[in-house]
């Protein structure tokens, strides 16, 4: 499906889009399983997870961005 999106016309991502949705998708997943493990006892505790989970996505990615960036 995300073929047909990409190779439409009306639908034509830059590289830096695909990039940085998958960027932001992986500091997604990252939150979550951070969340699981770290306790969030207030709300700077959940911003010190979104802002790690988003260095991490960031720094060492798990290709999703990359897969995003190749297949657009």
Same mark, same amino acid.
């Given at each position: 499906?995300?073929?047909?999106?990409?190779?439409? $016309?009306?639908?034509? $991502? &830059?590289?830096a889009?695909?990039?940085?949705?998958g960027?932001?998708?992986?500091?997604?997943?990252?939150?979550?399983? !951070?969340?699981?493990?770290? $306790? &969030?006892?207030?709300a700077?505790?959940?911003?010190?997870?979104?802002? !790690?989970a988003?260095? !991490?996505? &960031?720094?060492? $990615?798990?290709?999703?961005?990359?897969?995003? &960036?190749?297949?657009?």
């Open positions: 499906m995300i073929d047909g999106l990409a190779s439409s $016309p009306q639908f034509a $991502p &830059e590289p889009q695909l990039r940085e949705a960027t932001a998708f992986e500091a997604l997943i990252l939150q979550q399983m !951070l969340g699981a493990v770290l $306790p &969030e006892a207030n700077a505790g959940g911003l010190a997870v979104q802002a !790690l988003r260095q !991490l996505a &960031e720094a060492s $990615p798990f290709g999703v961005a990359h897969l995003l &960036e190749t297949r657009g």
